[in-house]
């Protein structure tokens, strides 16, 4: 099995700011996704984090706006830019382990 | 992109009541996860059935794979309050690819 972590869990950002999630796996896992889910909602997939080369992100999602970075076979950061309202959401961190995926807590994003 | 249909999306019961939560596709499944959802957590998983018509049991809940493998249901026997969250199933398109989910079941179960 394999325990995710998120930092931060939580934060209030202003409009136009930037934030960065990171996400840590406790065991070497070979795939590494980032969701989002709006509050009430179901999780979409905005990226597959790939370790070493340019992240693959879903439709509707841009790297300018989600950068991602995955140094290694345990971290990854997601970064919300030039952030807005609509981007209040909850942000969740995912490894993929043989044919079970764990996720992390998620981190509540709230853009003011 | 497999869609998967998730019916229905709120439901409030009593504790001790039975409830059904299905799933579908237009698509044949390869596999099919549910998952369980708490606030302030990520989903953790609760099943994977592969084979159509298979049939497992946690506990009070048991899942189902219908045959044609479009289509899966779990059953909550005598809910409790502690069954409270968020039910989704998933999928994916093939081997490595990530989980794609469906919309979710919103259970309540009111002591």
């Known amino acids: 099995s394999a325990v995710i972590s998120q930092k931060p869990s939580r934060d209030i950002c202003q409009r136009g700011t930037s934030l960065t999630i990171q996400c840590q796996v406790d065991s070497q896992v070979t795939m590494m996704f980032w969701y989002r889910q709006q509050p009430g909602q179901s999780l979409t997939l905005i990226a597959t984090?790939?370790?070493?080369?340019?992240?693959?992100?879903e439709s509707g999602f841009v790297i300018d706006k989600f950068p991602i970075s995955r140094p290694n076979l345990t971290f990854s950061t997601l970064t919300v830019s030039n952030m807005s309202p609509e981007d209040s959401s909850i942000y969740l961190c995912s490894g993929g382990l043989g044919d079970t995926q764990y996720f992390g807590p998620g981190t509540r994003l709230t853009v003011l | 992109t497999q869609l998967l249909e998730q019916s229905p999306q709120f439901l409030s019961i009593q504790e001790g009541e039975n409830l059904t939560v299905y799933c579908n596709s237009s698509?044949?499944?390869?596999?099919l996860q549910w998952y369980r959802q708490e606030p302030g957590e990520g989903p953790v998983l609760l099943v994977t059935v592969v084979t159509g018509g298979e049939v497992k049991k946690l506990k009070r809940l048991t899942f189902q794979f219908g045959d044609a493998r479009k289509d899966s249901s779990l059953h909550i026997t005598a809910a409790q309050p502690g069954d409270t969250g968020l039910y989704l199933c998933?999928?994916?398109?093939?081997?490595?690819?990530?989980?794609?989910f469906g919309k979710g079941t919103r259970l309540s179960v009111i002591a």
């Open positions: 984090a790939n370790q070493g080369s340019e992240a693959t992100y």
């Open positions: 698509s044949v499944f390869s596999s």
């Open positions: 998933a999928t994916r398109n093939s081997g490595n690819t990530p989980l794609v």
